[in-house]
């Protein structure tokens, strides 16, 4: 399985950005898809996720109502569309796989990482 986070990069605080994470190597059917975010000296923390099987959604509450989390079925591609960005949001922001699994998800237990993007936010 190879998840890839693309869409990173440098944003003034306000600004928007679209992560895209592409995931091959199995069927994702019954899978739920995740966004993480590590800030320097800080844990990963949870930011969103979405079930590939019914669409649900959840968010972190630091995220809640600036971020979306959607998903493209045929394109096994899920994409973290962010707005209002401030510098807190500064991390590296990784997408990871598993089956389905709410409190899991949010506690990151996940069974597929991918390399992750930079997303820098200057004030």
């Known amino acids: 399985v190879q998840l890839q986070a693309f869409g990173g990069g440098l944003v003034q605080a306000g600004g928007s950005l679209r992560l895209s994470c592409a995931a091959s190597?199995?069927?994702?059917?019954?899978?739920?898809m995740g966004w993480f975010r590590q800030a320097p000296e800080k844990e990963r923390e949870f930011v969103a996720t979405?079930?590939?099987?019914?669409?649900?959604?959840y968010y972190a509450d630091s995220v809640m109502g600036r971020f979306t989390i959607s998903g493209d079925n045929a394109k096994n591609t899920v994409y973290l569309q962010m707005n209002s960005l401030k510098p807190e949001d500064t991390a590296v922001y990784f997408c990871?796989?598993?089956?389905?699994?709410?409190?899991?998800?949010?506690?990151?237990?996940?069974?597929?990482w991918g390399k992750g993007t930079q997303v820098t936010v200057s004030s």
């Open positions: 979405i079930s590939w099987s019914d669409g649900s959604t």
């Open positions: 990871a796989a598993r089956s389905q699994s709410l409190n899991d998800i949010i506690g990151g237990d996940m069974h597929y």
């Open positions: 190597g199995r069927t994702f059917s019954n899978y739920a």
